[in-house]
Antibody, heavy 116, light 110 residues
């Protein structure tokens, strides 16, 4: 059974940092491109960024709204995906989902609240 | 303002057929696969359609996807009350070098 389990969410002050983790199981993680997608309360889905697989040199892409502040990394030996979030803003408040969008795998999400 | 355009709302009665549109451009839908997701209240998105018109195992054949040029559609036939949820389309955008989502369509079963 495919599972993606996010962790690391919480409440942080504006300007602060947070690191999200996603533990994958049930599929060959190293073969897949992996995404982070977020959803602000009551809003639609917003793509945050992605990490390509080893064959594509683990290259990353980011949405303009987070570029320069967020960093995606992965550890295939641990079947894990990470999202380092720096210089957080109130508008970053959202549920953050780990996903392989093209494979249709989604975690249940972890909530990040940026508030003073 | 989302890169992919969906109607914010759609509705139908039980048993009816409903279609949800997703309009994009040559850099996204026009040159890449389209995916459709269903999101029930309080739940994570679930894939309904991948690669324009493919259905994962377990998704009823009442759901179908199509693509023509820079637009795509999700059709739901034999509408059921449990279909009431939000639906999103998604595609890769070559110009943005990123994935783009539609703004979502809230389906109401009357």
């Amino acid at each position: 059974e495919v599972q993606l389990v996010e962790s690391g969410g919480g409440v942080v002050q504006p300007g602060g940092s947070l690191r999200l983790s996603c533990a994958a199981s049930g599929f060959t993680f190293s073969d897949h491109y992996m995404d982070w997608v977020r959803q602000a309360p009551g809003k639609g889905l917003e793509w945050v960024g992605c990490s390509r697989n080893k064959a594509r040199s683990y290259s990353t892409e980011y949405a303009a709204s987070v570029k320069g502040r967020f960093t995606i990394s992965r550890d295939d030996s641990k079947n894990s995906l990470y999202l380092q979030m720096n210089s957080l803003k109130t508008e970053d408040t959202a549920m953050y989902y780990c996903s392989s969008v093209t494979a249709g795998y989604w975690g249940q999400g972890t909530l990040v609240t940026v508030s003073s | 303002q989302s890169v992919l355009t969906q109607p914010p709302a759609a509705s139908g009665t039980p048993g009816q057929r409903v279609t949800i549109s997703c309009s994009g451009s040559s850099s996204n839908i026009g040159s890449n696969f389209v995916y459709w997701y269903q999101q029930l209240p309080g739940a994570a998105p679930k894939v309904l359609i991948y690669r324009n018109n493919q259905r994962p195992s377990g998704v009823p054949d009442r759901f179908s996807g199509s693509k023509s040029g820079t637009s795509a559609s999700l059709a739901i036939s034999g509408l059921r009350s449990e279909d009431e949820s939000d639906f999103y389309c998604a595609a890769w955008d070559d110009s943005l070098s990123g994935r783009v989502f539609g703004g979502g369509t809230k389906l109401t079963v009357l």
